[in-house]
């Protein structure tokens, strides 16, 4: 790759003149082409979610274009430190030669690589490159893992180093007449000085927010450029709420969430700020039974024949769903399985950025597994994969349960792994040995079941189901359901099922992508309570959020406590006062009646009417008191972690 060579004839002033910064240029070009077919590539990908005006494909273009030229400006960094530093003495020797096009290949295959590593993302989770994937990048085996169980990456990355060694000859003979430049030092400091400069006002008064200007969230999206996206987010992973989102006056914030979470049965034990320490008195006979809550991973309400779904891929946990107390109207707190378990181990609402389970100090929190434990149950998390992902195994490991996850299983014990974690019928197998274990020494058992099979790659045993493995999520989903129906069917000959309240919801559904920001159908979820002789086989209808499950659970066994939930017990909320929580790392939503109110940073707050059925939203004028609540219930979570309110 003769990347340096001068053209024959090329004026000398000209060359003096032209040669730094060509180079670059022709890069930047390309880098926009690039990114220019990936937009229009994700734009037919997401088809009819696009709204497709002549005022969003201006947007989608011309803010995109926009947002690729200044990703560009980053981009280009290491080309013009190269073409700064080297003395331009040297820039027609080989040495040079060699380490720009290194270099230039280097770059070349990054920009490919990010362009079809955006495509999975999308295909994933509908949107560009965010929090999610700064998340995934501290976690690259399990992620790489998965894209290789997926997608033939081998075969991709093969194409793209041939393309990339094409790319990289081309661009080189665009630009071969000018090299990296005969400027002298000073020259080349003048103009590199000029670029930084440029980058750095860039970089202070530029973010993503130009690109949401419509109502449609693909539309925003795909005015975005995902490698900016990417940067932005890794440096907005933690959202402070007091700085970034609407508040109250702390005074008046504290005396809204008390009043909030006030219930029937409840007694505030202090008049501190932001406290809602309460006693919680039940009446009755505390029933000490063993408690299992599955969650399931991206379990969508909609998946169920229960809620309407003529595929028949639930059979076990639609014949169950007959059998129990069905929630009918519950909704996850958020779209990642950290979301579901701080809800469901904390009952409260989701914080901007983070969530707690990947937050540091998050050790010693009050949580389900403390107060069963001050019961004198043993508690149990056990998960399929391994717990460092996500920091799952050591937030419960400090916070009150025992985790065992899938080191405890032998490789004869195992029928089937992917790199998410074991099959779910071996992570039941070993539950129902950690549960019966624990049942022998007389105490009751609190066990939070994890499952992973019901994840992309689709994975699992070949012969279980009519599926075949590997091929669609509907396979995964009604895998999952084979095995739990295995696992009740099996538990039913224990001597410990008698005395047993079997919990199965999702962590979220499957997908959270919609035409608007919080499109509240891609987060309802199933519910269901299975005890015979103990729970009254019907439906709840009633409005519920995630972070009501655990205070309904210790209601319905009639315990007391010393609780620092947010969330209700259902059964003895007063009607009317039904609300839920749904969030992505950003966005915050409150739904109540049939208003949803959504906060976001640099403190917009907006009220729709949802539409529960398809997730569109219709603006509506704000409404005052449900924007203070939602305030409130968002402000004071958010203080209570901040400051070591949520510490048992």
């Excluded at 009446?283 to 229960?306: C, P, R």
């Excluded at 195992?414 to 992570?427: F, H, K, P, R, S």
């Excluded at 939203?617 to 219930?633: K, V």
């Amino acid at each position: 790759m003769d990347i340096a060579t001068q053209g024959v004839g090329t004026p000398s002033s000209l060359r003096s003149k032209s040669e730094f910064l060509s180079r670059p240029l022709v890069i930047a070009v390309l880098l926009v082409g690039i990114s220019m077919l990936t937009r229009i590539t994700l734009m037919l990908k997401a088809g009819s979610g696009v709204d497709y005006s002549l005022i969003n494909m201006l947007g989608i273009f011309g803010i995109g274009l926009f947002y690729d030229v200044l990703n560009s400006l980053y981009f280009l960094i290491p080309v013009m430190l190269l073409g700064w530093v080297t003395p331009s003495k040297y820039a027609g020797k080989p040495g040079f030669k060699i380490a720009a096009g290194i270099l230039l290949f280097i770059l070349v295959f990054l920009l490919l690589l990010n362009a079809v590593s955006e495509w999975v993302f999308w295909d994933e989770f509908g949107s560009r490159f965010n929090f999610i994937a700064v998340d995934y990048l501290v976690y690259t085996q399990e992620v790489v893992g998965n894209i290789r169980q997926s997608y033939p990456v081998e075969t991709i990355i093969g194409i793209l180093l041939v393309l990339a060694i094409l790319l990289t000859v081309l661009v080189s003979r665009l630009s071969n007449r000018f090299a990296f430049g005969q400027m002298r030092f000073g020259k080349r400091s003048l103009v590199l000085g000029v670029y930084l400069l440029i980058v750095t006002t860039a970089f202070m008064t530029i973010d993503n927010k130009v690109r949401q200007f419509s109502r449609n969230v693909f539309v925003n999206e795909l005015a975005g450029n995902g490698m900016y996206e990417l940067f932005a987010a890794y440096l907005n992973n933690e959202l402070d709420y007091n700085q970034f989102y609407i508040k109250l006056d702390e005074q008046q914030a504290s005396s809204t969430i008390r009043s909030l979470v006030k219930t029937p049965e409840s007694r505030f034990t202090d008049h501190k700020q932001f406290s809602i320490e309460r006693d919680i008195v039940n009446t009755g006979a505390e029933l000490h039974k063993n408690i299992i809550l599955i969650s399931v991973e991206s379990l969508s309400a909609d998946f169920l024949g229960s809620f309407g779904n003529t595929q028949g891929i639930t059979p076990s946990l639609d014949s169950l769903a007959r059998q129990s107390l069905l929630f009918t109207n519950l909704y996850a707190t958020g779209t990642r399985t950290v979301r579901g378990l701080e809800a469901l181990s904390l009952c409260t609402p989701p914080t901007p950025g983070q969530s707690i389970v990947r937050r540091p100090h998050n050790e010693g929190l009050f949580s389900m597994g403390s107060v069963l434990q001050s019961k004198g149950y043993q508690t149990r998390f056990i998960y399929g994969g391994y717990g460092y992902f996500d920091n799952m195994g050591y937030f419960f490991g400090h916070n009150s349960y025992r985790v065992v996850d899938r080191t405890a299983l032998s490789k004869k014990e195992i029928d089937y792994e992917n790199i998410w974690g074991v099959a779910d019928e071996n992570l039941f197998e070993l539950a129902t040995r950690e549960i019966g274990s624990a049942a022998k020494t007389g105490k009751p058992v609190f066990a939070h079941i994890m499952t992973t099979s019901n994840h992309r790659p689709y994975t699992y045993p070949e012969g279980r189901i009519d599926i075949p493995s590997h091929t669609s999520r509907e396979g995964a989903v009604k895998y999952t359901d084979f095995a739990i129906g295995q696992f009740i069917h099996n538990a039913q000959s224990q001597p410990w099922f008698k005395n047993t309240l079997f919990i199965i919801v999702a962590d979220h559904c499957a997908s959270s992508a919609g035409k608007t920001d919080l499109p509240v159908n891609k987060y309802k979820i199933p519910l269901m309570m299975y005890a015979p002789g103990f729970v009254e086989p019907g439906m709840m209808p009633r409005l519920m959020s995630q972070i009501d499950i655990g205070p309904t659970v210790l209601g319905l066994l009639n315990f007391s406590y010393r609780s620092k939930f947010f969330g209700y017990d259902i059964f003895k909320l007063e009607p009317g006062r039904e609300r839920a929580f749904v969030s992505t790392y950003q966005s915050l939503g409150y739904i109540k009646h049939d208003s949803l109110i959504v906060l976001k940073p640099q403190r917009i707050a907006a009220t729709f009417t949802p539409n529960f059925a398809d997730g569109s939203t219709t603006p509506a004028s704000q409404n005052t008191h449900l924007l203070d609540e939602a305030i409130a219930w968002y402000q004071s979570a958010s203080f209570q972690f901040r400051n070591g309110l949520m510490k048992k």
